[in-house]
């Protein structure tokens, strides 16, 4: 049996891709915290020390995240991210709360998915 995506997965593409490039192209002070986890430096020194350099997610990325309802307006989304070689064994882990009918997203981490 194929399992459905969940009904709000087109509408996190954009956001969970934001995310992705901000970090591809090491812009990491663009990016939302929740305090007390991941924090700009610890992500540098982890992109710092992984192997190969990650790109953009392709579409067929968006087929291995997975989304979970944290409450009526807060998810938590987990996708892997992608290398010039393919699907990386790094995913990113992403907090998205609806705030005023916009969509926020916080980074909570990166590693093995």
């Known amino acids: 049996m194929t399992e459905q995506p969940h009904p709000r997965a087109s509408a996190f593409k954009p956001i969970v891709g934001s995310v992705v490039s901000a970090i591809v192209a090491n812009r990491l002070d663009s990016l939302n915290y929740l305090p007390g ?4 430096e610890g992500l540098a020194d982890a992109l710092r020390s992984y192997a190969l350099p990650l790109v953009d997610l392709p579409d067929e990325a968006f087929d291995d995240m ?3 309802d944290w409450g009526p307006a807060q998810w ?3 996708t892997p991210l992608w290398t010039v070689d393919g699907r990386s064994d790094l995913g990113a882990f992403i907090e998205i709360h609806e705030r005023e009918g916009k969509l926020v997203a916080y980074l909570d981490d990166l590693h093995p998915f």
């Open 66 to 68: 997975r989304i979970y």
């Open 37 to 40: 986890r991941t924090t700009r």
């Open 76 to 78: 938590y989304v987990e």
